[in-house]
């Protein structure tokens, strides 16, 4: 070989590229995600997030609201289960705090005056519960009178918790008196199926009350299906299991039809500021919406409403005022 392809060979052999060498022990392993990456994950995951939240709040919500419906079906049944046990079909005695006063605790179908006093036992003491008419048919069990988005607490004096649940959200339709004031009613020359309660605050308002299954009968007032029995109650008016919403003071009855112009007891909205859960006199249940906002005041603690003293105005709500005033009573005679 001359020298001339000497140097060409050697040229060709600098020129070529050497055999990579893929073997394992060279290999670049890779250990970690980069910092893109990871910032791109935790995008995702607020995003899905950020989806899923409100999905999961109105299901939790939801879940409130058929426990809410369960307690009210319990109530209700037990309620027409008592008128069936009475040989002439009375419903369950109702009253407010001064006839609790009168005819006891135990005689009425739930005893015990809340409010948002420091230190009142009544509003933590579940025997009021248990010992009243209705505890009896709902096995005791105490927590069914309870909203469970009724979270609020109140205070309460050693040795018991500084805060506590307050055990009752639920009232009963005030009309339906079951016979208790019969006897008053006589005194005082009011009709028997006048409302007592409305009468003695204003004698010019006449609306119905009932004391037996059978005067519900949508003939004067609701039927069964329509006549509210339980409703829970705005945290700041409940006390007694007494509901009335109407102000006898500032209420008339003009060509047969409800006029009125504030609140007495308002309603409770508990689930997600927008309806009630209610039981009916048929033993049937429903979640009711509001159709206007706000319906109730926002809770009152830890100042309370002075409602004895400037009862809230309806106003724009008296939809929602009448259909209630639909559901409870009628004009009487």
């Known amino acids: ?145 309870k909203c469970p988005d009724d979270v609020l607490k109140c205070q309460e004096a050693s040795p018991l918790p500084p805060m506590m649940d307050r055990v009752r959200s639920v009232s009963m339709n005030g009309f339906l008196e079951g016979g208790i004031h019969d006897a008053d009613k006589a005194s005082a020359g009011i009709p028997i199926q006048e409302d007592y309660w409305v009468a003695t605050a204003n004698s010019s308002l006449k609306l119905y009350s009932y004391d037996k299954l059978a005067q519900i009968n949508g003939t004067h007032g609701p039927g069964p299906a329509d006549m509210i029995v339980f409703t829970d109650e705005s945290c700041d008016t409940i006390d007694d299991g007494f509901f009335v919403f109407l102000n006898p003071t500032t209420a008339a009855v003009v060509g047969g039809q409800i006029q009125a112009s504030s609140w007495f007891n308002l309603p409770g909205d508990y689930h997600d500021k927008k309806g009630d859960t209610l039981g009916f006199a048929d033993g049937h249940c429903e979640f009711h919406k509001w159709l206007t906002p706000n319906v109730c005041q926002p809770p009152g603690e830890p100042d309370p409403l002075t409602y004895s003293s400037n009862p809230p105005p309806i106003g724009s709500k008296f939809v929602d005022f009448y259909w209630l005033f639909t559901h409870s009573t009628a004009p009487y005679p």
């Open 1 to 145: 070989m001359n020298l001339s392809a000497k140097n060409s060979a050697a040229i060709g052999a600098s020129n070529e590229r050497p055999a990579l060498d893929r073997s394992p022990r060279n290999a670049r392993v890779r250990q970690a995600f980069t910092l893109i990456e990871l910032l791109v994950v935790i995008a995702i995951i607020a995003i899905l997030a950020a989806i899923l939240m409100p999905v999961l709040s109105a299901a939790q919500e939801k879940a409130r609201i058929a426990e809410c419906l369960n307690n009210k079906k319990q109530m209700a049944m037990g309620w027409v289960m008592y008128s069936n046990d009475q040989a002439s079909g009375e419903i369950m005695p109702n009253a407010d705090e001064s006839a609790i006063t009168k005819y006891g605790e135990t005689n009425v179908w739930v005893g015990g005056v809340l409010s948002w006093a420091a230190d009142n036992t009544q509003n933590v003491d579940t025997n009021y519960l248990a010992a009243s008419l209705l505890g009896g048919y709902c096995s005791q069990v105490v927590q069914i009178y």
